[in-house]
């Protein structure tokens, strides 16, 4: 809802926009656990989120709504579209679902790289930490002695999730992917990033899971963008609503399915195996 409602604003604000969860993500998770690591209690983070989410509902309210509005106040007056659009107003989703035929079966490739992002992005990193799950981890090897503190460990780690996620975002926004040809081309680059840091993630060394990490984060930011790029430019405006919820929503379905496989990927990784400092049977 969030992705449409911002949709008149242009693609600069929503290339800018969607770069915001992982930006928070990259606060969190980087600044957050190099302070967890010098001994602050990891609740203080929890804390800090609760005390943020008020902040940015205002700053939604006073800042953006009111953008929106003059948005809409200057569609209003504006002739029907040719698609049947008038003023900027979108269809209601049971009315796109009717029309389904108007944009879901090109939405399709979107949608199970959506899957496959989400999968990869809610499997592979909790798989990572139930692999690394010594107090140090092993950089060169299962059986390496160059050992690294976890924590510090995760705040590297966490440097590439977030450098790749935003970054990746920002970067498919500048390019016109102006044809269906070249989403689709794009997509394919974003499904490989993503598979490629899977089959990374596999081999459970250190260092790799860092590029394995990134790549794919890239992916995920990659398929994240020219999704919405996609949406905003070819699907019919009143059809915006629902395609996004569509997309959305498939790529929960694959973000459920990686998080209840975390088992599955951790033996992906681990093949059974223990090892002095990674693949413990309990955590210390």
Same mark, same amino acid.
């Given at each position: =809802?969030?992705?449409?409602?911002? =949709?008149?604003?242009?693609?600069?604000? #929503?290339?800018?926009?969607?770069?915001?969860?992982?930006?928070? !993500?990259?606060?969190?998770?980087?600044?957050?656990?190099?302070?967890?690591?010098?001994?602050?209690?990891?609740?203080?983070?929890?804390?800090?989120?609760?005390?943020?989410?008020?902040?940015?509902?205002?700053?939604?309210? !006073?800042?953006?709504? &009111?953008?929106?509005?003059?948005?809409?106040?200057?569609?209003?007056?504006?002739?029907?579209?040719?698609?049947?659009?008038?003023?900027? #107003?979108?269809?209601?989703?049971?009315?796109?679902?009717?029309?389904?035929?108007?944009?879901? &079966?090109? /939405?399709? &490739?979107?949608?199970?790289?959506?899957?496959?992002?989400?999968?990869?992005?809610?499997?592979?990193?909790?798989?990572?930490?139930?692999?690394?799950?010594?107090?140090?981890?092993?950089?060169?090897?299962? =059986?390496?002695?160059? /050992?690294?503190?976890?924590?510090?460990?995760?705040?590297? *780690? !966490?440097? *590439?999730?977030?450098?790749?996620?935003?970054?990746?975002?920002?970067?498919?926004?500048? !390019?016109?992917?102006?044809?269906?040809?070249?989403?689709?081309?794009?997509?394919?680059?974003?499904?490989?990033?993503?598979?490629?840091?899977m089959y990374l993630t596999t081999l459970g060394?250190?260092?790799?899971?860092?590029?394995?990490?990134?790549?794919?984060?890239?992916?995920?930011?990659?398929?994240?963008?020219?999704?919405?790029?996609?949406?905003?430019?070819?699907?019919?405006?009143?059809?915006?609503?629902?395609?996004?919820?569509?997309?959305?929503? =498939?790529?929960?379905?694959?973000?459920?399915?990686?998080?209840?496989?975390?088992?599955?990927?951790?033996?992906?990784?681990?093949?059974?195996?223990?090892?002095?400092?990674?693949?413990?049977?309990?955590?210390?």
């Amino acid at each position: =809802t969030f992705l449409n409602v911002i =949709t008149p604003l242009g693609p600069l604000t #929503k290339s800018w926009a969607i770069m915001g969860f992982p930006a928070a !993500f990259f606060l969190i998770n980087v600044l957050g656990f190099l302070l967890v690591s010098f001994g602050m209690p990891v609740q203080v983070l929890f804390w800090y989120v609760v005390a943020c989410m008020p902040f940015g509902a205002a700053l939604f309210a !006073f800042r953006v709504v &009111p953008r929106l509005r003059e948005v809409w106040s200057e569609s209003a007056g504006r002739a029907a579209r040719a698609d049947g659009e008038a003023g900027g #107003k979108g269809a209601a989703i049971w009315d796109s679902c009717l029309d389904w035929r108007a944009w879901l &079966p090109s /939405l399709l &490739p979107f949608m199970l790289c959506n899957i496959v992002g989400h999968f990869v992005m809610e499997g592979a990193l909790p798989a990572n930490f139930n692999a690394f799950n010594d107090h140090v981890v092993p950089l060169f090897g299962r =059986t390496d002695d160059h /050992l690294m503190n976890k924590e510090r460990f995760f705040v590297v *780690f !966490f440097v *590439f999730v977030g450098v790749g996620d935003m970054a990746s975002r920002r970067f498919m926004y500048s !390019f016109g992917l102006d044809s269906y040809r070249s989403n689709i081309i794009a997509l394919l680059a974003a499904l490989a990033c993503c598979l490629a840091g899977m089959y990374l993630t596999t081999l459970g060394i250190g260092i790799v899971a860092w590029l394995s990490v990134f790549l794919s984060f890239w992916g995920q930011g990659m398929n994240y963008a020219i999704g919405s790029k996609y949406i905003d430019r070819f699907v019919p405006r009143r059809h915006n609503l629902a395609a996004y919820s569509f997309w959305i929503f =498939t790529g929960a379905a694959g973000a459920i399915l990686g998080s209840t496989l975390v088992d599955v990927i951790r033996y992906w990784i681990c093949h059974g195996e223990v090892y002095q400092h990674e693949c413990l049977a309990h955590s210390r």
